[in-house]
């Protein structure tokens, strides 16, 4: 599944949030989008996965217009794991899941054995197949993310969209979380806050800034200690890591002293 987004706009409350914004995930690509806080990465896949119809430009999965597609052929093809999932009412976690299973079945048409296993099989992989029985609103904020992950599994899209996957997991279940989303093999758009876990899964990277694209590449390409500081405002060592061989990015803070060795590593002293 190829998606192509070009030239879109978006404004809210007279205010322009996107200008511009063109980018693309090609079959098969685990793309990730990064940038600071408020530059536009939520906006964006909102637009992707229509709830924000962009003001101008278009946006294509497999060269049709997803504004065009009925919500059925829309939701077979593309899956989303938002930021903010609201549920009104008390579902228990098998329910939620099941509702992923929506864009297969015809109206009120009951749940069969294969829906049964998909779903059983899809809380397995993200580790919460104890927790079918329990109510949505009494889980953890990163018990209710894995929930929302099954549920986005068993709709069995080829294209997944994923708003800050890994927000109140613990390193457990961020690196569980990107290696099963990587393992699938289907095509990902996913916004990251972690650098380092984008540069690890990634393939490619969009970075987004005050509502632009200010660069993309693969993370070898933009990590580097001049865009993070441009972008982030924020110094960085950006090294290979001695085990994965990808980037890995090291921040200096500001309240946290650089030890004097390393100090005269970096000022050239002998
Ligand atoms: N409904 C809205 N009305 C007005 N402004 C909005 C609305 N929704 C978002 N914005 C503004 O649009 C900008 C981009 O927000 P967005 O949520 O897309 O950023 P983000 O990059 O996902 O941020 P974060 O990393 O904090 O999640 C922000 O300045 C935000 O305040």
Known sequence: MNLQVENISVELEKKGILRNVSLEVRSGEFVGLIGPNGSGKSTLLKSIYRVLKPRSGWITLDGD??????????????????????????????????????????????????????????????????????????LSGGEKQRVLIARALVQQAQFLVLDEPTNHLDVRYQLQVMDLVKNLGITVLSSLHDLNIAAMYCDRLY????????????????????????????????????????????????????????????????
Request: net charge negative; charged share 25%.
């Open 65 to 138: 217009d997803v504004y065009k597609l009925t919500s059925r052929q829309n939701a077979q093809r593309m899956a989303a794991v938002r930021q903010e999932t609201s549920v009104e009412f008390d579902f228990s976690v098998t329910e939620i899941v099941n509702m992923g299973r929506a864009p297969h079945k015809r109206l009120f048409q009951s749940d069969n054995a294969e829906d049964v296993r998909i779903c059983e099989e899809a809380l397995q992989r993200v580790g919460m197949h104890t927790y079918a029985d329990r109510s949505f609103f009494t």
């Open 207 to 270: 970075v987004i800034s005050e509502g632009e694209i200010v660069t993309s590449g693969t993370p070898e390409e933009v990590l580097t200690p001049n865009l993070i500081r441009d972008v982030f405002g924020v110094e960085t060592e950006v090294t290979t890591h001695p085990i994965t061989g990808k980037k890995h990015v090291y921040f200096y803070s500001e309240a946290i002293r650089v030890k004097p060795s390393i100090q005269k590593v970096m000022s050239g002293a002998n």
